[in-house]
T-cell receptor, first 112, second 112 residues
């Protein structure tokens, strides 16, 4: 099956700085890559996603990049705010299968 | 709009007791349904997924089972809980192929 690795496990930044979280995947047939934000005691919420036919996608302060050749994708958060503090998960789904494989998560702490 | 309900929110059960967690989805038909477990400070482990009534795929051998008695109902069960079954259990749904999954708010299970 697919194997998704995520780094770093924890990330601490100053408010206003940028944060980058990186993931790699193993199955070249994976073609959909969502990112989720999980606040304490809640279920993960989708924040952005990217498909394999696109190299970059942006939504206000959040962007995701995908390098299919290298099999890695990254989440970029600019102008971080304290409310961005949460655990972020990347995921990959193999083409035409319905199973989501998640990374191990990154705990982001934005210091005011 | 689609919603997902998961209950109970918290549960404390003694070792050896049975378990039944329920998840229902509203506002969509024939969803893909998932059960994930999240140990404290860890990532999301896929336990079961289902693409239709009575169709259950298990990802890892364990002390748990799942059933889908109705199109939008997914149940996670155990006959005898173990201490190692403690964790945060999340139900999720998606529709079709290669689309985002939406998570419920989770059940915090503590086996004592």
């Amino acid at each position: 099956g697919e194997n998704v690795e995520q780094h770093p496990s924890t990330l601490s930044v100053q408010e206003g700085d940028s944060a980058v979280i990186k993931c790699t995947y193993s199955d070249s047939a994976s073609n959909y890559f969502p990112w989720y934000k999980q606040e304490l005691g809640k279920g993960p919420q989708l924040i952005i996603d990217i498909r394999s036919n696109v190299g970059e996608k942006k939504d206000q302060r959040i962007a995701v990049t995908l390098n299919k050749t290298a099999k890695h994708f990254s989440l970029h958060i600019t102008e971080t705010q304290p409310e961005d503090s949460a655990v972020y998960f990347c995921a990959a789904i193999v083409n035409n299968f319905n199973k989501f494989y998640f990374g191990s998560g990154t705990k982001l702490n934005v210091k005011p | 709009s689609q919603t997902i309900h998961q209950w109970p929110a918290t549960l404390v059960q003694p070792v050896g007791s049975p378990l039944s967690l329920e998840c229902t989805v509203e506002g969509t038909s024939n969803p893909n349904l998932y059960w994930y477990r999240q140990a404290a400070g860890r990532g999301l482990q896929l336990l079961f997924y289902s693409v239709g009534i009575g169709q259950i795929s298990s990802e890892v051998p364990q002390n748990l089972s799942a059933s889908r008695p109705q199109d939008r109902q997914f149940i996670l069960s155990s006959k005898k809980l173990l201490l190692s079954d403690s964790g945060f259990y999340l139900c999720a749904w998606s529709v079709g192929l290669n689309t985002e999954a939406f998570f419920g708010q989770g059940t915090r299970l503590t086996v004592v």
